[in-house]
Nanobody
Framework: QVQLVESGGGLVQAGGSLRLSCAAS????????MSWFRQAPGKEREFVAT????????SYVDSLKGRFTISRDNAKNMVYLQMNSLKPEDTAVYYC????????????????WGQGTQVTVSS
């Protein structure tokens, strides 16, 4: 089992950047594929990005490619989401999630979820 705690959210102006962090507990972090999802007010949760257990493989929702970058540091049990050129429509609660399989052919369905961190982008 793994526990996830997100941080790094906040209020930023359009065009700015934020780096979200997700701290994972447990010795087996490096065995998990990690993902970021987001949920905007009144909308369904949306897949953002995923990264393989070794950090070699990454996959993004097409609409965010080039602006968002997922990465991980297995030595620190951390996964990150670098968000650049932020837009008001990026406003959402961002969730970190973990799964035992790395999925790119479909949207991942992670087993473990964090509590989320709020990102608000002002225009």
């Amino acid at each position: 089992q793994v526990q996830l705690v997100e941080s790094g959210g906040g209020l930023v102006q359009a065009g700015g950047s934020l780096r979200l962090s997700c701290a994972a507990s447990g010795r087996t972090f490096s065995r998990y594929a990690m993902s970021w999802f987001r949920q905007a007010p009144g909308k369904e949760r949306e897949f953002v990005a995923t990264i393989s257990w070794d950090g070699v493989g990454t996959s993004y929702v097409d609409s965010l490619k080039g602006r968002f970058t997922i990465s991980r540091d297995n030595a620190k049990n951390m996964v990150y989401l670098q968000m650049n050129s932020l837009k008001p429509e990026d406003t959402a609660v961002y969730y970190c999630a973990a799964d035992t399989v790395y999925v790119t052919s479909s949207i991942p369905v992670p087993v473990y979820w964090g509590q989320g961190t709020q990102v608000t982008v002002s225009s």
